[in-house]
């Protein structure tokens, strides 16, 4: 596919058909597109969790949502057959930019302008939902909400180092209900792009 032609078809895909796996070629090259994202220093830090037994998936959905009746959202998005939880690892980071040729050995956080390794973790991310639509496949990326994550991690093993900073669900496109969010419409350039000066944001 054209990758014009993946940027402008990807979209969050909620609804999946549970009958049909994602191949493990397909489920390998997400990943390896993954690694291939940009990251501060070279430093990498992340890490990703891979769910795709029942019982695995069954196990993050269990830690990861409330008891009772699944509503649509959550009726679409458990008939995704690959889950990716993708974590960043800030100590990795602090390490990386501690070493000579950085040299901030304070490992001071204050150094940083933005969390680099939340955003390289969610570039990885989109390099995952875009390979899926490049392999015919739909995804979404969705968070995992701050009171569950030490059971996520409980869960899974992941050292209290990692944050997940998201997950990506993966599988064949069932039709969905488009997300209410889209009503608001697609910004523009007139409204985000400045040139040259930072002009005055539209009435
Ligand atoms: C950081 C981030 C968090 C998101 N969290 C959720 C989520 O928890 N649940 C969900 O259904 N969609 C989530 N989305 C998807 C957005 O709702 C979606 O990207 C947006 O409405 C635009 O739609 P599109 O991606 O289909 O073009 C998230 C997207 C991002 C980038």
């Known amino acids: 596919m054209e990758f014009s032609e993946v940027v402008a078809r990807r979209r969050m895909v909620r609804a999946y058909d549970p009958a049909r796996p994602v191949p493990p070629e397909v489920r390998d090259r997400l990943l390896d597109n993954a690694l291939h994202a940009p990251s501060a220093g070279f430093s990498q830090g992340w890490g990703f969790l891979v769910l795709e037994t029942e019982t695995d998936r069954g196990l993050f959905w269990s830690v990861t949502t409330e008891p009772g009746e699944a509503d649509s ?110 009503r608001r419409g697609r910004r523009g350039p007139d409204e985000v792009v400045h040139h040259g000066r930072w002009s005055p944001a539209r009435a």
């Open 73 to 182: 959202w959550l009726t679409g998005m458990t008939a995704a057959p690959l889950l990716i939880v993708c974590f960043s690892h800030k100590d990795a980071y602090l390490d990386r930019y501690a070493e000579a040729d950085k040299g901030w050995a304070d490992r001071d956080e204050s150094r940083w302008p933005v969390p680099y390794w939340d955003i390289d973790t969610g570039m990885a991310a989109l390099l995952i939902l875009q390979t899926a639509v490049d392999e015919g496949l739909g995804a979404c990326f969705f968070g995992v909400a701050p009171e569950f994550i030490a059971a996520l991690r409980a869960a899974f093993g992941v050292p209290d180092a990692f944050t997940p900073i998201g997950v990506v669900s993966v599988g064949y496109r069932r039709p969905d209900a488009a997300s209410p969010s889209l």
